[in-house]
């Protein structure tokens, strides 16, 4: 089982950067692939970004590629989420996930069903 603590989050004024991360604790970290979601109230929680186990594939949502960047150091346990030119559209809470190395990830790294764990997300608010 792992555990993983999100940060980074917090008031940030539109057009400028931040850097959400995650830290995994209590398992391998390179066994499982790790995404990135955000919510806001009353909807669903979206796909934002992944990266697979190695880092050697990264996905995005389209409404952020281009802007969002992830990337991972299984030496340090931590996935990173780096945010370009933020929009209000950027506020939301956002969470790390888990998802196993070994499941079927390629087709489904989109859907909060393939991720077991998840972080208690850090909040952005964006401001003008």
């Known amino acids: 089982q792992v555990t993983l603590v999100e940060s980074g989050g917090g008031l940030v004024q539109a057009g400028n950067s931040l850097r959400l991360s995650c830290a995994a604790s209590?398992?391998?970290?390179?066994?499982?692939?790790i995404g990135w979601f955000r919510q806001v109230p009353g909807r669903e929680r979206d796909f934002v970004a992944s990266?697979?186990?190695?880092?050697?594939?990264?996905y995005y949502a389209p409404s952020v590629k281009g802007r969002f960047t992830i990337s991972r150091d299984n030496a340090k346990n931590t996935v990173t989420l780096q945010v370009d030119s933020v929009g209000f559209v950027d506020t939301a809470v956002y969470y790390c996930a888990a998802a196993p190395r070994w499941s079927d990830y390629t087709g489904y790294y989109y859907s909060t069903a393939a991720y077991d764990y998840w972080g208690q997300g850090t909040q952005v608010t964006v401001s003008s």
């Open positions: 990266v697979t186990w190695s880092g050697g594939r990264t």
């Open positions: 209590g398992g391998t970290f390179s066994n499982y692939h």
